[in-house]
């Protein structure tokens, strides 16, 4: 490092000095310095400071690490920062504070920090003398040009990785653009421990640890989407910041589920400043894909911000008749209704219509594929799946005096399948004496209409949390209530009585006719009510040791309504699910971690007399080591867990 008394680095100040301003540094030498060697090995703190207005942010963060910041507020007014949350000394947590503020730092102390606004001089920017630089990483990894993130948010409230007692992995923006991934499949299909079936073109399931993947968090806020009769639509990596994923059970975070993990999808908000981009992507079979994405401040000060994403993808296949045609909009606006409270409100809408199929391909007799070409495809041009989706949400989160934050959240999503929303052919093999040669390629064909299929999913939540001071040393604690309700519509369908085909001879244009169908069922109804309350306390037992303990009391309340026998209905009151874990720091480098956690699922499966069977109900434990290094920028883990 070449010091900035040296006559170099003097030479250097006054040429750039004399280029812009034509000011002499000959006293540049007795300015105070702040060296990343020196800010690197002071006293890292965990921070929790928000994006909002800069000012009231810095406010926070004085207090939160006991800096002492001078500055002019009124000099700030209109600017804004998108916060800092990890683990990061006080000179790095403040640069990431200050990304993209203009905003120079002179440090004065370990514990004392100068900023002053950059002077305009002309077309020119006056440079300050020393300043603080850092890409650490914080929450929001679009543009941060990284595959890992400083924290995440999966677990309510911020958190880096290696303060994670689970396995997670992140899929950041720009390693969802680097590998062009475009739906939440491909998305899952490069995620560690996460395995993707599909059922057919249309259907599919997600599976950690020999458990199905039974929903999906936006935001944090979850929805169900299995339910609806096949309507749900894959979501559209176009509108997605970050992909968090957990594996293990996760009973604190959303109640009721399978020991599988969660996936919280993080949709990208309003950026401070104004940014536009858009792309074209074509490919095989007449791909194509358009992408537009704006973004900023609709304001002078700054204090309303919006963005808009629009996405159409259309595309046939390599197996003849089949095609997907999709349309996104997500429209987001930001308000900030104070210094220190931002409401956030927005919409998203997917429609898509595919041709699809019902079900693979079929078999041999002994389970191998059978000897059929790769475009092989047992549907009909006719066939369809046509399905929209569209979520509603509003967010208000307020930043108190004393660093705690109150978030409150409502989402309503709706899926439904269009009018007539799918039509499919569907095979199965000729048995017995329909098939006297036993010919593996003789099936039976019927097809299938449906039309209604739709879930409605309501969530409401508020969180609570913040440090509090307790024996000498700073804990946290965070507190939570929600209510999700789930109204489900499956479809009504009827379909066709069966034929016969050699599916070595089919052909989707000509083999068989679109068949008219009659629907005369009335779609099931049923109604699933959760309700929940949560609290979870990060205990700083010492300064290399994290205790972590929580518990979630649950309501489930489960309804069909036209279930006649007196079985369509149950419910479970105040079933608690205990979490409890340990984070030791071995080094600044490694942690190792212990966590264990109950599991709690009820069933809608009836036993021989009609009656649902009893919640499913076992153990998770899991231990492990995480490694951080490069500021974060790079993460290890190896675990070990059990479930009973």
């Known amino acids: 490092m070449i010091h900035p008394c040296s006559p170099r680095n003097v030479r250097l100040r006054h040429a750039v000095r004399a280029a812009v301003f034509g000011l002499s540094l000959a006293s540049s030498c007795a300015l105070p310095l702040v060296a990343h060697a020196a800010a690197s090995q002071s006293q890292q703190l965990d921070w929790n400071i928000a994006a ?196 293990g059970a996760t009973g604190m975070l959303r109640g009721a589920g399978n020991p599988s993990g969660t996936v919280n999808l993080v949709r990208k908000r309003p950026t401070a400043e104004f940014q536009g981009e858009g792309s074209v992507t074509l490919g095989s079979w007449d791909a194509q894909r358009y992408v537009a994405d704006l973004s900023g401040p609709l304001t002078e000060t700054g204090n309303v911000r919006g963005r808009v994403i629009a996405v159409h993808d259309d595309k046939d296949h390599f197996q003849d008749s089949r095609m997907e045609r999709k349309e996104v909009f997500y429209g987001v606006l930001a308000f900030d209704l104070n210094d220190s409270t931002t409401l956030t409100t927005g919409l998203e809408w997917t429609k898509l219509d595919a041709t699809g199929a019902w079900g693979n391909l079929p078999a041999d007799y002994d389970g191998s594929p059978l000897p059929l070409g790769r475009s092989t495809y047992l549907g009909a041009d006719w066939n369809r799946w046509d399905r929209s989706n569209l979520q509603t949400f509003a967010e208000l989160e307020h930043r108190f005096d004393n660093d705690w934050k109150l978030k409150l959240m409502a989402q309503r999503t709706h899926f439904e399948l269009d009018d007539h929303g799918f039509k499919q052919t569907y095979f199965s093999r000729a048995t017995g004496s329909a098939n006297p040669t036993n010919n593996p390629y003789l099936m039976n064909y019927q097809v299938t209409e449906g039309d209604g299929g739709e879930s409605i999913q309501n969530n409401l939540s508020a969180t609570l949390n913040g440090p509090f001071e307790l024996l000498g040393r700073t804990h946290e604690l965070m507190l939570g209530v929600e209510r999700i309700r789930n109204d489900s519509y499956a479809s009504a369908t009827n379909f066709t009585a069966s034929g016969q085909f050699d599916i070595r001879d089919w052909d989707p244009k000509t083999s068989l006719p679109e068949p008219d169908i009659d629907i005369t069922a009335h779609p099931v109804r049923t109604r699933t009510t959760q309700e929940g309350a949560y609290a979870t306390w990060r205990i700083s037992l010492a300064e290399p040791l994290t205790a972590i303990i929580g518990a979630r009391s649950n309501w489930y309340d489960y309804e069909q309504e036209n279930n006649t026998s007196g079985n369509g209905k149950f419910s479970v009151d105040n079933k608690i699910v205990p979490y409890a874990a340990l984070i030791y720091d071995l080094n600044e480098n490694f942690s190792t971690y212990a966590s264990y956690t109950e599991i709690f699922n009820p069933q809608t499966t009836t036993d021989i007399s009609g009656s649902v069977l009893k919640p499913v109900e076992g153990e998770a434990y899991e231990t492990g080591i995480k490694g951080e290094f490069y500021d974060g920028r790079l993460n290890a883990s190896l675990a070990f867990f059990r479930i009973y």
């Not at 006080?90 to 900023?115: H, M």
């Not at 992995?169 to 939440?184: A, E």
């Open 52 to 247: 909002g207005p800069l000012a009231p942010a810095l406010d926070q963060m004085a207090r939160q690490g006991g800096l002492n910041l001078s500055f002019d507020a009124n000099s700030l007014q209109g600017k804004t920062t998108r916060g800092v949350q990890g683990h990061y000394d006080s000179a790095q947590a403040l640069s990431i504070v200050l990304q993209g503020s203009d905003v120079q730092v002179q440090q004065e102390s370990d514990k004392s920090f100068l900023l002053i606004p950059a002077l305009q001089v002309g077309d020119a920017m006056e440079l300050g003398a020393t300043t603080i630089s850092s890409n650490q990483l914080g929450e929001t990894t679009e543009h941060s040009g990284s595959y890992t993130t400083g924290a995440v948010t999966i677990g309510k409230s911020p958190q880096s990785i290696r303060r994670t007692p689970q396995s997670v992995t992140v899929v950041t923006r720009q390693r969802i653009d680097d590998q062009n991934i475009t739906n939440l499949t491909n998305l899952l299909e490069q995620t560690p421990g996460v395995v993707v079936n599909m059922t057919d073109s249309e259907r599919v399931q997600y599976y950690s640890r020999g458990y199905s993947i039974d929903a999906i968090q936006y935001d944090g806020a979850t929805v169900v989407q299995g339910s609806g009769g096949g309507s749900f639509i894959q979501s559209d990596s176009a509108i997605i910041d970050r992909a968090e994923i957990l594996r």
